[in-house]
């Protein structure tokens, strides 16, 4: 099983991203044979999304696109901004192929400088995970600035439940095995009006 994470901060060493990776952690410890990557969206130039079919993109925007098409199962990190997701983990949103999450399962985590915004999984990631056809994991992962101390997640509740998230994405992923899908999305085609 291949677990990638994708962390959609800008910020160098963020929370977001120190956060996954400690999540990708308890993932290996729990089955050696998880293949792990994670994705900081820091490291990569992604083309800002404008239409195109997704396979024409090239670049590192083909990179993590492929990256997440080839992943059995995901885990997506935002930190959040005036009560949304990053724009770079839009975007992202916006570059892949409707079918890349079909089937899939996903785990979100999001960071904030309070508890402010936890409702964001719910009402920005959620209905992203609907639309793309992913089985969401019940119960994912808000954590804030008092949850680190020095660059490190140092909160044992935090830790736990990421523990629990990490678990839950790996054994729904064996239960499913990418079969139960429900019924598909009308064809809607991805054209740019300065292709025609």
């Given at each position: 099983?291949?677990?990638?994470?994708?962390?959609?901060?800008?910020?160098?060493?963020?929370?977001?991203?120190?956060?996954?990776?400690?999540?990708?952690?308890?993932?290996?410890?729990?089955?050696?044979?998880?293949?792990?990557?994670?994705?900081?969206?820091?490291?990569?130039?992604?083309?800002?999304?404008?239409?195109?079919?997704?396979?024409?993109?090239?670049?590192?925007?083909k990179k993590v696109i492929d990256q997440i098409v080839d992943a059995d199962a995901l885990l997506f990190g935002s930190p959040i901004y005036r009560g949304s997701i990053s724009?770079?983990?839009?975007?992202?949103?916006?570059?892949?192929?409707?079918?890349?999450?079909?089937?899939?399962?996903?785990?979100?985590?999001?960071?904030?400088?309070?508890?402010?915004?936890?409702?964001?999984?719910?009402?920005?990631?959620?209905?992203?995970?609907?639309?793309?056809?992913?089985?969401?994991?019940?119960?994912?992962?808000?954590?804030?600035?008092?949850?680190?101390?020095?660059?490190?997640?140092?909160?044992?509740?935090?830790?736990?439940?990421?523990?629990?998230?990490?678990?839950?994405?790996?054994?729904?992923?064996?239960?499913?095995?990418?079969?139960?899908?429900?019924?598909?999305?009308?064809?809607?085609?991805?054209?740019?009006?300065?292709?025609?």
């Amino acid at each position: 099983m291949k677990l990638v994470g994708l962390s959609g901060s800008l910020t160098p060493l963020s929370k977001t991203y120190i956060t996954l990776a400690e999540a990708l952690k308890f993932a290996g410890n729990y089955d050696e044979t998880i293949q792990t990557e994670l994705i900081n969206l820091r490291d990569y130039e992604i083309q800002f999304c404008d239409g195109r079919d997704p396979a024409a993109y090239e670049g590192d925007t083909k990179k993590v696109i492929d990256q997440i098409v080839d992943a059995d199962a995901l885990l997506f990190g935002s930190p959040i901004y005036r009560g949304s997701i990053s724009g770079v983990l839009k975007n992202v949103f916006d570059v892949i192929p409707n079918d890349s999450l079909r089937g899939k399962v996903v785990g979100f985590v999001a960071t904030g400088g309070t508890y402010h915004h936890y409702l964001a999984i719910e009402h920005q990631l959620k209905p992203l995970a609907g639309y793309f056809k992913a089985h969401v994991v019940p119960g994912n992962v808000y954590a804030h600035n008092e949850h680190f101390e020095n660059k490190q997640l140092v909160d044992e509740g935090i830790r736990s439940r990421l523990q629990e998230l990490v678990i839950s994405v790996v054994q729904l992923t064996a239960s499913t095995q990418g079969i139960a899908t429900g019924a598909r999305e009308p064809i809607i085609p991805r054209q740019s009006l300065a292709q025609s």
